[in-house]
């Protein structure tokens, strides 16, 4: 299955996975074996686990840290190198992942573990643990699933086909040969029914901010009933330092990305877009823009 797709640098963000030929809804797309599996149970034996979870804990990390690390350790070779080619993200400027650094590197001190593998040193062990932490499905490490970009408006959806833990990307919407392959970063079905602010908010956990059609149009999830125009086919403008942007779904400002913070929001008459009426009816376009209720006024509101 991975010859139906082809690995190339994108316009904008660096690699990313694309068709190599045309799929139909329910076609699969993608279905690929994992480089790296973490299963403790499933782990080899070995003579240095004790040690290094003495070192998490003098250095004040998770035990549970020590898991991965030996699963990687026991994988192959050519597996080991395909993981520390994937997207690492930078090191967080942070006390916890000092005190990480700092246990990776004693690990290496630790004579029953480098003899048992001589290759390893601190700086693999640290990649590997950021590379993990970014592009895990799971439990588990894939070399061209991790590739696929994220979109709120994605073209296939994945799941596991066997026991051996094959991950399978299968076509949701017509695929054409070219196109660039996606799925929801953070899961489907009711994440993707978020308002794009309350989306950016999940996503920002992964360090990005999305610029998918939806992200980067009108917020059609936040249609509201228009307070000046009475229209239901209003949607929220968003204000960034840099001004307006995305008003009517066009660009605005120099600013192309609109703010995670709801309180920015305004109700934006949408009567001109949709041609409604003029006049009083639709009220006043010079008139200044109606705030939207805090949800904290709305709620007292009804409990009155």
């Excluded at 790296?36 to 998490?56: H, M, P, S, V, W």
């Excluded at 996606?182 to 990005?208: I, W």
């Amino acid at each position: 299955m991975v010859d139906n797709v082809v690995l190339r640098e994108t316009e904008s963000w660096g690699l990313g996975l694309f068709a190599k030929r045309a799929f139909s809804v329910g076609e699969t797309v993608l279905c690929e074996l994992p480089l790296l599996t973490i299963d403790d149970e499933k782990l080899q034996t070995d003579t240095y686990t004790d040690q290094l979870i003495a070192i998490t804990e003098q250095c004040g990390i998770d035990p549970d840290t020590v898991t991965p690390i030996r699963a990687f350790c026991h994988s192959p070779e050519d597996s080991r190198a395909k993981i520390l080619q994937l997207y690492c993200p930078p090191e967080p400027p942070s006390e916890a992942f000092r005190a990480v650094k700092t246990a990776c590197t004693q690990f290496c001190s630790v004579s029953a573990f480098t003899d048992e593998h001589p290759w390893v040193n601190a700086a693999d062990l640290i990649r590997f643990l950021l590379v993990f932490d970014i592009n895990c499905h799971g439990n588990a490490l894939f070399n061209l699933s991790t590739r696929l970009s994220h979109s709120c408006e994605p073209n296939t959806f994945c799941r596991t086909e066997t026991e051996a833990g094959d991950l399978a990307y299968i076509a949701i919407r017509d695929i054409k040969d070219g196109d660039l392959l996606s799925f929801s970063y953070v899961g489907g079905g009711s994440f993707l029914l978020l308002p794009t602010t309350l989306r950016r908010a999940r996503l920002r956990k992964l360090d990005f901010v999305c610029t998918c059609s939806r992200c980067s149009g009108p917020d059609m999830m936040r249609t509201l009933r228009c307070p000046k125009c009475s229209e239901c086919s209003c949607v929220p403008t968003y204000q960034e330092a840099a001004g307006w942007v995305e008003e009517d779904g066009e660009e605005q400002s120099d600013s192309p990305r609109r703010s995670e913070d709801a309180s920015t929001e305004e109700a934006q008459c949408g009567t001109g877009r949709d041609g409604g009426g003029e006049g009083e009816e639709a009220g006043s376009t010079e008139e200044e823009a109606a705030p939207l209720p805090s949800p904290a006024s709305s709620a007292s509101s009804q409990e009155e």
